[in-house]
């Protein structure tokens, strides 16, 4: 089963709107961290937000916040005010122990988005 | 450098011919991280070093797959005999510790491998 699904694997937004990447996780573990980090056509991965596993309060960093449900294992990152310059792959990761007592953590398939004029 | 450091950042090689790819992380950041992505994937992970402990290498495909970290720095990671399959970006991160919480990864730009 996949730790990190992302469902969407494109999305269209107006620039200056608001847009919502899903992402849901599979975890026993109690504590764990989740992340987004969006990808540009130049390949480099730059971390965007993160929340841990028990943090009450949700994530925010500028335009991006982390609209976190544990009960429901979801962490979708939402971008308000959309620019131009956010048209990228967009992946949820989550760290977590593993059985060998490492953390390494592991990504979605990524959410291609495109922001239009 | 300031940030990850990969080179080169695209190699085209024969197939059966072995190549090396380079990661230079940032200074002082303990735990470094190798992952593949194929296109239009996620990414997978091969290789974890932490400090002077031994490596996870629970993510590497197959035995044509090593990697080294020298002086607890620079690591290469090498694949022999080249398959067509092993075409991809090869991503580098390092985070300052390893371990759960807000180790944030930071990335270098890849190398892109194309075994024709």
């Known amino acids: 089963a996949q730790k990190i699904t992302q469902t969407q694997p494109g999305m269209f937004v107006q620039e200056k709107e608001a847009v919502t990447l899903d992402c849901t996780y599979d975890t026993s573990d109690q504590s764990y961290g989740l992340f987004w980090y969006k990808q540009p056509s130049s390949g480099e991965m730059i971390f965007l937000i993160y929340?841990?596993?028990?943090?009450?309060q949700n994530a925010t960093e500028g335009r991006y916040s982390l609209n976190f449900q544990k009960a429901r294992k979801s962490a979708n990152l939402v971008i308000s005010a959309s620019q131009l310059g956010d048209s990228a792959m967009y992946f949820c990761a989550m760290r977590e122990v593993l059985s060998g007592g490492s953390y390494i953590p592991t990504f979605g398939r990524g959410t291609s988005l495109i922001v239009h004029p | 450098g300031a940030g990850v450091s990969q080179s080169p950042s695209n190699k085209v090689t024969e197939k059966g011919k072995d190549v090396e790819l380079r990661c230079d992380p940032i200074?002082?950041?303990?735990?470094l991280y190798w992952y593949r992505q194929s296109l239009g994937q996620g990414l997978e992970f091969l290789i974890y070093f932490q400090g002077n402990s031994a490596p996870d290498k629970s993510g590497l495909p197959s035995d044509r797959f090593s990697a080294e970290r020298t002086g607890g720095s620079v690591s290469t990671l090498t694949i022999q005999r080249t398959q067509q399959e092993d075409s991809a970006v090869y991503l580098c991160?390092?985070?300052?510790?390893?371990?759960?919480?807000?180790?944030?990864?930071?990335f270098g730009a890849g190398t892109r491998l194309s075994v024709l």
């Open positions: 200074s002082g950041h303990t735990a």
């Open positions: 991160a390092s985070s300052l510790i390893g371990g759960i919480g807000k180790n944030i990864q930071y």
């Open positions: 929340q841990g596993s028990y943090d009450e």
